[in-house]
């Protein structure tokens, strides 16, 4: 039973990913787990805290990530049923078993704090050491290859979009600690409450509220504040031509190259002043094919707008990368070209492409591409009269440090372009657009965000989405922005919030220890 209800709790901390509305869901869904955790009597071994953990964690994942079985057959790369099958497997279920084998660590340390009676002996530092812990496992999503953090707490959030709004404090990691500690805050009312210490109770349910409303507060207030600041005058338009993942390689060329023209000339007669393209909208090498090249110059000057152009490019040496680059109105390439820098494994590249050929070779054919993608390493700013833009292509949008590096340097326009296609039909198309609603509030930015198939939309720099065009449609959205030059607390902090987390954690584990041993001397 114990097992099911740690299950139960990972899959209603999840629930908001999958049903938005219910964003409310995960602000005390953790908070029975926690009180177990923490002050039940049964003296379990740390493999079985390890055990309770992967239930948590692991079934939070398999919700997180069931949008994989909605990509099946995955008949866009060409797959027979049963390697589709294996994909999806290796997909929906291991991703969840990686990250589970790590976040279970999370209750380990728990059970580690509980047996040096810590939780009963020091309930306020309790609680918050419960949730500064947590962001760090949220934050050991986001390493190695294998790192996704797809399923951040806050990713829940972006629906209700006065629960992101401290987010430009410190970060979303901040967000997920604030979750987590209303949750720790109620597990212990929970406990006082069975022993009927009812005031102690009522102190603790109203701590839990506090912090709860504090944050809805502080995100009314800041959404208002920014929203009277905001004076927008620059026209963006956002490109969606609808052409599917699997359409897109098969010598369409001239089509694509036409469609894209006549949707970029569209949005120039509704007044755009800068036009996106959606990731790879041509996906071909373009530094080998001047025709290309030329022909999105000249689509720019007859538009008499600014283009960011996307496809495929090579420099010097023969490396291949996903480029955005900026065409002003009078056809002519500015400044340098972006390319993405944090890739897609097993779509743009194979990790360690001999072992997985062995293990999984369904895996290593993932890839559309016959070469693998370099990734970029500069911000690569592109400069316009109004102001600097700072580009992402897809999987860069889901790093809060990749945004934040390009407006560090100065951009005050983030565009997004990504290729979501192969997600079409599915809810993660929606999960991946809440990645650029975080983006924005963190820095305070526009974002615009253009998709091959959608969703595409343009966000405003409190995490509302002013415009979109959904799943399989074709066509053009524009939206009034601004270039904004102010920097939040987030921008300029980055991610401190993870080492203060971490220095936290450590002293309380380090006086917890020595006041055990002082005890047992005694």
Not at 1 to 10: I, T, V
Not at 316 to 342: E, F, M, P, W
Not at 479 to 488: G, Q
Request: charged fraction near 20%.
């Amino acid at each position: 039973m114990r097992f099911f209800l740690y299950a139960l709790s990972g899959a209603l901390t999840a629930l908001p990913m999958i049903a938005p509305s219910f964003w409310f869901v995960a602000w005390v869904s953790v908070a029975p787990v926690l009180y177990l955790e923490s002050f039940s009597k049964e003296k379990a071994s740390y493999p079985s805290a390890y055990g309770r953990g992967m239930s948590f964690f692991f079934v939070f994942g398999l919700f997180n990530f069931y949008w994989f079985w909605e990509l099946y057959p995955l008949d866009f790369l060409g797959f027979e049923k049963g390697a589709a099958l294996l994909v999806v497997i290796l997909a929906s279920v291991g991703i969840p078993l990686l990250q589970g084998a790590v976040s279970s660590f999370y209750f380990v340390i728990l059970s580690f704090m509980k047996r040096r009676g810590f939780f009963e002996s020091h309930p306020f530092l309790g609680l918050l050491f419960s949730a500064f812990l947590w962001p760090i496992f949220e934050f050991c999503h986001t390493l190695t290859f294998l790192g996704v953090p797809w399923g951040r707490l806050c990713a829940g959030q972006t629906s209700f979009t006065p629960s992101i709004q401290s987010a430009s404090l410190l970060g979303s990691f901040f967000v997920s600690f604030l979750m987590i500690l209303t949750s720790a805050t109620l597990a212990f009312a929970i406990k006082e409450f069975k022993r009927k210490s009812v005031k102690r109770a009522f102190l603790f349910s109203s701590l839990a509220i506090l912090v709860f409303a504090s944050n809805l507060v502080f995100g009314v207030i800041r959404i208002e504040k920014v929203e009277t600041e905001l004076s927008p005058d620059t026209t963006v338009a956002c490109v969606q031509g609808n052409i599917r993942f699997e359409d897109k390689w098969v010598g369409k060329a001239q089509y694509t190259l036409d469609l894209h023209r006549n949707l970029t000339i569209e949005a120039a007669e509704e007044g755009a002043d800068i036009v996106l393209w959606p990731e790879t909208a041509l996906p071909y090498d373009i530094s080998e094919d001047p025709y290309l090249e030329n022909s999105i110059c000249e689509i720019a000057k007859d538009a008499d707008c600014t283009l960011i152009a996307t496809a495929f490019s090579r420099d010097s040496r023969g490396r291949l990368y996903n480029t955005a680059r900026l065409i002003n109105n009078k056809g002519s390439q500015v400044g340098d070209i972006y390319a993405k820098r944090h890739l897609v494994p097993f779509g743009e590249y194979t990790p360690y492409e001999d072992l997985i050929r062995k293990i999984a070779p369904p895996l290593a054919d993932l890839s559309a591409i016959d070469d693998p993608v370099t990734p970029g390493e500069s911000t690569a700013l592109f400069e316009t009269d109004k102001g600097k833009i700072g580009s992402l292509i897809c999987f860069d949008s889901v790093y809060e440090d990749l945004c934040r590096k390009s407006v560090l340097d100065g951009a005050g326009l983030i565009c997004v372009s990504t290729n979501d296609s192969w997600f079409s039909g599915s809810s993660a198309l929606r999960q991946h657009n809440s990645h650029a609603i975080l983006r924005a509030v963190e820095n305070k930015r526009y974002v615009a965000r253009a998709a091959n198939t959608g969703i595409s939309s343009i966000i405003s720099p409190t995490g509302k989405v002013l415009t979109s065009l959904g799943d399989s449609e074709e066509g053009v959205i524009t939206e009034k922005v601004s270039f904004i030059e102010d920097t939040t607390l987030f921008t300029i902090l980055g991610n401190v919030f993870i080492p203060v987390c971490a220095v936290f954690c450590l002293i309380n584990i380090i006086y917890a220890s020595i006041e055990s041993l002082k005890r047992k001397k005694k």
